[in-house]
């Protein structure tokens, strides 16, 4: 009897260890440092004269770049350097240079072949804990949230008073406090009543006049410090959630979103390719509001003028009633798409409860103009010197609100619509995108950016490398010295383990983190303990008298039940491990769990290959084993 694989299975091997080489192979081409750019907005182009300007920008500050070119898409450039020390200098030059309007990220540029990542094959991803990814720490402006809260129950108070027909005036100043003023007390106290009935969470009082000799009769109303508090809280909240659904839309792998004090959250994103992007979109504090078009008559407190965002459009401004309808809080999903003139649009689908307003609002305001309010936060850059004579940048956050829609309600709308009015298709789907992750509850500015080398230090990394080759070297040495020939064929096939262990990560978009480089020292052990259960069970056949062809068949016959019952139970385990745990031990469970799937190819076909070449074809008397 002589044992030897029929040729498609010795195809196979040599096919899948092919592929396992080839995309495993980018990880030997290191990334470079670089600064990526593209615009505030997806209709801002990246050409060669933003690039020149870029590369002029550099070599006046004597800083070393090379390949520095926008990309076929014009929405974004990359300019290499030639270290990362470099890397945020160079940030602030190229900011400075460009001027308002463009987003300015880290990245790390990838040097993979053309040939191979038409093929589809990329470096492996790395946590932050090795090296790559971006870090961001951003703060929520809870006092914008405040503010957007007392601007509602203004509009609120005065829809109230006068439904119950109270005269005064309500203002809502810069100090965060509702004043209201009446020419008779007891309209004054009408409207306390009404206020404290009707809006519990405000402290309303009465106020004294603020000029001697004014006969009026004041009322003011603020937040008190628990309600101030709880906002604050919501809208932190609020936020976390949002930006994860937006790193969620982005697909980034294994990232960590999580509060930080009273109102910051630190946002990491590992391996993530697409920084400008990433930051322009998590930024990004786009929402809608719904308002009817403001009568003509109607009093200037109660109506707002406002842009159109196009400036096509034949009438340059419009006014909107200050009071919502609803806001992007309400959009429960939103899709870009083309209308029947092959323009972009938004399909919008309401929750209930918004679907409900937009109802009952439309309904009895048939043939009126409904606006579509388009509000985005953004920032002029001031450069000032400071005491020590050196120049910083200082960023002025601000709200741009434009009208992008208003048209004529025909029908009642209900819980579907769609807004027209977007300049070009990729306006329409990040504003689609923007919508479906959620609308922040309030703006949100980066106070700190940085690429993420490795958290837990070099020498950790290095030690962490190390460990896997003093496991192989280890292993690779027991297995000579007790098995000699079966060994060398089991060493090589603990290469080609890793090799396609790297190879299936990367092809996947796995990210390898510190943990998970323990999983694969954790894998070498267990690769090589199936070939154990296998050697020794042919030297038991070879001692019982089995010929050496029947040892080896019996062998791995006999042994891989035994085989494949500790690697599923294992694989179970990993399987949890992933489905329950977070950040580290889920980078430790995927590596174990591939490395589970690559061991059992290579510790059992391969080495069966191995030795059917070498000991298959012929009638032998003895083993090296």
């Known amino acids: 009897m002589l044992n030897k694989y029929p040729l498609w299975k ?14 495993a192979s980018p990880n030997l081409y290191r990334p470079d440092p670089a600064v990526q750019v593209s615009g505030e907005s997806s209709g801002t182009a990246i050409g060669e004269r933003e690039m020149d300007k870029i590369s002029a920008a550099l070599t006046a500050k004597n800083i070393d770049h090379f390949g520095a070119k926008a990309d076929d898409t014009g929405k974004s450039g990359l300019v290499r350097l030639a270290n990362a020390d470099d890397q945020l200098r160079a940030q602030k030059l190229i900011q400075r240079a460009l001027g308002d309007g463009y987003v300015v990220a880290l990245n790390m540029a990838s040097n993979t072949p053309d040939w191979l990542s038409a093929l589809g094959a990329q470096a492996m991803k790395l946590g932050l804990d090795l090296s790559g990814g971006v870090h961001f720490l951003l703060e929520v402006d809870t006092d914008a949230a405040i503010a957007t809260r007392l601007e509602h129950y203004s509009t609120g108070i005065k829809k109230k ?27 004054r106290d009408k409207a306390l009543a009404v206020i404290r009935r009707d809006f519990t969470e405000l402290t309303v009082q009465r106020a004294a006049a603020t000029k001697t000799g004014d006969d009026a009769f004041y009322l003011q109303a603020l937040l008190s410090d628990v309600k101030r508090k709880e906002i604050e809280d919501y809208a932190v909240g609020q936020n976390l959630t949002t930006l994860r659904n937006r790193v969620n839309e982005l697909g980034v792998s294994e990232p960590l979103v999580q509060r930080q004090g009273r109102n910051r959250i630190v946002v990491e994103l590992p391996g993530i390719q697409d920084t400008a992007e990433a930051k322009r979109i998590l930024g990004k504090t786009a929402n809608l509001e719904f308002r009817l078009e403001a009568r003509y008559d109607a009093e200037p407190s109660d109506r707002e003028q406002f842009e159109f965002r196009n400036p096509g459009r034949g009438e340059p401004s419009g006014w909107l009633e200050r009071e919502v309808v609803i806001t992007g809080e309400r959009v429960a999903n939103a899709q870009a798409s083309f209308d029947e003139n092959g323009m972009p649009q938004v399909n919008i689908t309401l929750d209930s409860e918004g679907g409900a307003l937009m109802h009952r609002v439309t309904r009895h305001n048939i043939n009126r103009r409904l606006g579509v309010l388009f509000i985005e936060r953004k920032s002029r850059t001031r450069y000032e010197v400071d005491e020590a004579g050196v120049e910083q940048a200082v960023r002025i956050p601000y709200d741009e609100k434009k009208i992008i829609s208003l048209a004529t309600i025909r029908d009642a709308l209900g819980v579907q619509f769609r807004i027209t009015g977007l300049d070009a298709p990729g306006e329409a789907t990040e504003l689609a995108l923007l919508l479906r992750a959620g609308a922040l509850a309030a703006p949100i500015d980066f106070v700190e950016e940085r690429t993420v080398g490795p958290s837990l230090g070099a020498e950790n990394i290095a030690k962490g490398l190390l460990s896997v080759q003093i496991g192989l070297a280890g292993v690779a040495l027991f297995m000579l010295v007790y098995y000699r020939v079966f060994g060398i064929i089991a060493v090589a096939a603990l290469a080609f383990n890793i090799v396609l262990l790297v190879g299936a990560m990367s092809l996947l978009g796995a990210t390898l983190t510190l943990p998970g480089i323990a999983g694969i020292v954790l894998t070498v052990g267990m690769a090589v303990d199936a070939n154990v259960l296998i050697f020794s069970r042919i030297r038991e056949e070879l001692a019982a008298g089995q010929s050496p062809q029947q040892a080896i068949t019996a062998g791995y016959g006999r042994a891989f039940v035994t085989i494949m019952d500790a690697n599923i139970t294992t694989l179970l385990v990993a399987v949890i491990l992933y489905a329950v745990g977070t950040g580290p031990v889920r980078g430790f469970a995927v590596t174990l769990s591939l490395g589970i799937v690559t061991s059992m190819f290579t510790a059992i076909m391969g080495t069966r290959a191995i030795v059917n070449l070498i000991y298959g074809g012929r009638r032998v008397s003895k083993l090296a084993i």
């Open 10 to 23: 010795n195809l196979l091997i040599m096919a899948v260890l092919g592929i396992g080489l080839l995309y």
């Open 161 to 187: 008073l006068r439904e119950e027909r109270v005269r005064g005036f309500i203002s809502l100043n810069g100090d965060g406090v509702i004043r209201g003023k009446f020419r008779s007390e007891e309209n």
